[in-house]
């Protein structure tokens, strides 16, 4: 957790809309794709900038940021000098798993070029 | 359809990853919110913008645009002077309820003061 919470994580804010809510935490073109490299098996800051879609750094540490605030991810620090940490899904996080499988499916079926499920990891592997 | 389309609404863009592709038509904080209101019954430009986020009319513009451009929704002229369009979700628009489910299981998990499924029609009622 950062500290610097200005709002609760559970909060909802333009509405009482779930679809709403969660759009808050989850409705841009890269918080999913950290939760997905994470789900992967990618957990350190080098490990995510170096991704398939090249995510830039400076979005990547303020999805971190954001997604840590949010608690679906937490850090443990793995090297000291400098600091360095690695990022690991929450429970929350993880129960993000259904939400990533249905827009898995719907992007299958309207995206005949996407890989499925079982070949996304294999994509993501340097 | 717009007929300006410079790219195909069936083609990856950012890689052939789904979670990828499906950002890069509904990563953002209101296209899901249009698509929910037109889902529960909004058609006119009108309806669309009296929803209780209150987005903003050029968001809502380019939303629609969007939306035509992926084909998730089309329009039907329903008054000729001045012209007015009312929109329905298409088959493909449809077939993003269990994205929709998905997303609000979640929300109402982690948010508890979000609604449940079976209100949000309520709560869009002007």
Redesign the interface.
Known sequence: MTGDNTYSS???K???????????VL????T??VV?DIFFGKHTFKELQDS??RIPSNILADRLKRLQEQELIRRELYQERPKRYAYYLTE?GK??G????????????????????SE?EA??KP
């Open positions: 559970t909060e909802c333009r509405s009482r809309c779930p679809v709403a809510c969660v759009l808050d409705g841009d073109k890269w999913l794709l997905r398939v879609e929350k129960d993000l259904p939400v990533m499988k249905s827009l898995v499916e719907w992007s299958n079926k309207y995206f005949p070029d996407s890989v499925r499920m996304i994509m993501l």
